[in-house]
């Protein structure tokens, strides 16, 4: 079988198209033939060395669709022809993460999608939803199950709520996509007013930070004064203190990336005089996949997608991710 890997060193230029053994499934395993992967900014990261430190060779991404080909003698959960998702986190089956569960990551520490067979235990995959294709079910393991950990699992918003998130990038376009389809409000930063018709098309509000640079105050004007009840904060650094000054007394700041800075000064005082809770959330359990599946069905949810690449060209897709700013995910076609 045909897939892409980190050779004898990780980096973008040492990634190559080689012929592996194709696998075996165990007793519990299943064998799935990939239909589609997805890039995330974690993959761009580990191509340019800035996140963990994997040991080569390695095939990178952690997400990615396809239909299961072949059963092990044990397996009970999914059945040949089925259409499945593997987990980003396979340990991580139920409940809040625990020491240990987070050791086995696809794309790194474990090897990633970019193949074109897996074989997966039947444990650490989720079935597709039936309201999407491939290229759009390959998009969820890492920004759609984060944005509904965030929401659902740990904060619980509801109809009415109010979330700010920055950008459009994988996790923000879900955060919008599932608040507007739980009844909430979502308001997205951008950097210009370029993309707002599309923002406001998938059904958010829009601060135009170019116009309106204090945008904590234009967030806080918004919800009369009372600021947001949830802010999903995607790029890190010290914006981070202006999260907390347009987050509502009682509010929660979820940290989920850090596209911006690595490294964050949290002012105190502040964040305990408006009692703010913060979150670190990095995807989300199997049970948290499962139930944004059953949320993306009965909401007819589609995924927003900027651009594919045919998989033979799949280095291509780093350089999109890396050198530019998507609308939404970039997706790799292992048909195209």
């Not at 914006?239 to 009682?250: D, L, P, Q």
């Not at 939404?328 to 292992?334: E, L, R, T, W, Y």
């Amino acid at each position: 079988m045909k897939a892409f890997r980190f050779e004898d060193r990780i980096a973008l230029e040492n990634l190559r198209l080689v012929e592996l053994d194709v696998p075996r499934p165990g007793p519990r395993e299943i064998l799935v033939r990939m239909r589609a992967a997805a890039m995330n900014q974690r993959d761009v990261l580990i191509a340019q060395g800035r996140y963990g430190n994997f040991a080569a060779p390695l095939v990178p991404l952690s997400d990615g669709a396809g239909e299961v080909v072949e059963v092990g003698p044990a397996v009970t959960r999914f059945g040949k022809g089925d259409r499945v998702i593997p987990t980003y986190v396979p340990d991580w089956i139920a409940g809040p993460v625990r020491e240990g569960v987070g050791a086995r990551r696809l794309g790194g520490p474990n090897p990633g999608t970019l193949r074109e067979l897996m074989a997966v235990h039947e444990e650490a995959a989720v079935r597709a939803p039936s309201n999407l294709g491939w290229l759009e079910a390959a998009t969820l393991p890492i920004a759609a199950v984060t944005a509904w950990q965030v929401l659902f699992t740990d904060v619980g918003i509801g109809p009415g709520d109010v979330i700010a998130v920055q950008g459009t990038g994988g996790v923000a376009l879900f955060v919008v996509q599932l608040a507007r389809a739980a009844g909430a409000k979502a308001v997205v930063l951008l950097r210009s007013g370029a993309r707002a018709a599309r923002v406001e098309e998938a059904g958010a509000a829009v601060v135009d930070t170019s116009r309106e640079p204090a945008w904590e105050s234009r967030l806080l004007a918004l919800t009369n004064g009372r600021g947001v009840d949830l802010f999903v904060d995607v790029v890190g650094g010290n914006g981070v203190n202006r999260a907390v000054a347009a987050t509502r007394v009682g509010g929660t700041v979820a940290l989920v990336g850090f596209v911006g800075d690595t490294t964050a000064s949290i002012d105190l005082p502040a964040a305990i005089r408006r009692v703010v809770s913060f979150r670190t959330v990095s995807g989300g359990s199997r049970a948290t996949f499962e139930a944004l599946v059953r949320g993306i069905e009965a909401n007819d949810v589609h995924p927003i997608i900027d651009t594919v690449v045919p998989f033979t060209k799949a280095p291509e897709a780093f350089v999109k991710l890396a050198s530019g700013s998507p609308f939404g995910k970039v997706v790799i076609d292992f048909d195209g």
